[in-house]
T-cell receptor
Framework: GAGVSQSPRYKVAKRGQDVALRCDPI?????LFWYQQALGQGPEFLTY????????KSGLPSDRFFAERPEGSVSTLKIQRTQQEDSAVYLC????????????FGPGTRLTVT | QKEVEQNSGPLSVPEGAIASLNCTYS??????FFWYRQYSGKSPELIMF????GDKEDGRFTAQLNKASQYVSLLIRDSQPSDSATYLC?????????????FGQGTTLQVKP
């Protein structure tokens, strides 16, 4: 069956540009997570959705980061006025339950800010 | 802030040997522990989870949990070159069970033929 998909797979942005990263979770998965992974590091939690509700956004590094999941399926992570320190791989994960830690990750979007 | 610590490695073992990967965590209240495997350029993939003290075996993989010492380890028996990857240890990030995970930085394993 289809797994988690993300687009674009690679994105190069000039400093100051806005970017939008898309995640399509596994069909029917209630929970959706965004993580940021810097080179040589483990993923760091950004935000969590249960259906369309954003229940935890404690990991978003600044108010330039915004995420939404308006219909409880596809999610978009938007970064405004990108900075070089935003360069990383952005991973989306989904899980079937509301308290399960068995998360399925998408391939990620590698963002490079020049 | 919960912390998960791993030695970044690389850990190099010959093919057929046992690879031992270790992880320590700061929060004594952590109840569950997860091991993800991440091949270079790919996304993390869940391979094992453990909730209880002791050992849990799944094929060539064994997870070991010692809550008193706050460490969890992953043993890979009969290591194969295809096991070469980064292994990430993770614990739940909060008590409300949203599923949020806190990851260590990962240990890179190299299995040499």
């Amino acid at each position: 069956g289809a797994g988690v998909s993300q687009s674009p797979r690679y994105k190069v942005a000039k400093r100051g540009q806005d970017v939008a990263l898309r995640c399509d979770p596994i069909s029917g998965h209630v929970s959706l997570f965004w993580y940021q992974q810097a080179l040589g590091q483990g993923p760091e939690f950004l935000t969590y959705f249960q259906n369309e509700a954003q229940l935890d956004k404690s990991g978003l590094p600044s108010d330039r980061f915004f995420a939404e999941r308006p219909e409880g399926s596809v999610s978009t992570l938007k970064i405004q006025r990108t900075q070089q320190e935003d360069s990383a791989v952005y991973l989306c994960a989904s899980s079937s339950g509301t308290s399960t830690h068995e998360q399925y990750f998408g391939p990620g979007t590698r963002l490079t800010v020049t | 802030q919960k912390e998960v610590e791993q030695n970044s490695g690389p850990l190099s073992v010959p093919e057929g040997a046992i690879a031992s990967l270790n992880c320590t965590y700061s929060d004594r209240g952590s109840q569950s522990f997860f091991w993800y495997r991440q091949y270079s350029g790919k996304s993390p993939e869940l391979i094992m989870f453990i909730y209880s003290n002791g050992d849990k075996e799944d094929g060539r993989f064994t997870a070991q949990l010692n809550k008193a010492s706050q460490y969890v380890s992953l043993l890979i028996r009969d290591s194969q070159p295809s096991d070469s990857a980064t292994y990430l240890c993770a614990v739940p990030g909060d008590g409300s069970n949203t599923g949020k995970l806190i990851f260590g930085q990962g240990t890179t394993l190299q299995v040499k033929p």
